[in-house]
């Protein structure tokens, strides 16, 4: 089984930023895709980022130009720079691996291994 350890959520005024990261505690760490996704209860869960282990980026629209995902091999992490943070970004964010296809690295049902989920709060 492998784990993963987020950190890093927090409540930021709205234009704020805000850093997530997650640890992977697997030693096939870079052979993984990695992807952030965040839970509203009124959306679902949601992709916002991802991330192959060629280093190729994925956004959702809505992430793009605002969010950058990043990885670093020799700390086994995964990283999530949120910039200009909005109301509606308010959401519990986990991060996720797999091997997911190429064509589908947004979507929640391609990745086998979650972490625990960390609240991301952007209020009005």
């Known amino acids: 089984q492998v784990q993963l350890q987020e950190s890093g959520g927090g409540s930021v005024q709205s234009g704020g930023s805000l850093t997530l990261s997650c640890t992977v505690l697997e030693s096939s760490y870079n052979a993984l895709g990695m992807g952030w996704f965040r839970h509203d209860p009124e959306k679902g869960r949601e992709g916002v980022a991802a991330?192959?282990?060629?280093?190729?980026?994925y956004y959702a629209d809505d992430a793009t130009g605002r969010f950058t995902i990043s990885r670093d091999n020799t700390k086994r992490t995964t990283y999530l720079q949120m910039n200009s943070l909005k109301p509606e970004d308010t959401a519990i964010y986990y991060c996720?691996?797999?091997?997911?296809?190429?064509?589908?690295?947004?979507?929640?049902?391609?990745?086998?291994?979650w972490g625990q989920g960390t609240q991301v709060t952007s209020p009005h």
């Open positions: 991330m192959a282990d060629s280093g190729t980026t």
């Open positions: 996720a691996a797999g091997w997911p296809l190429s064509s589908r690295r947004l979507r929640a049902d391609e990745y086998r291994y």
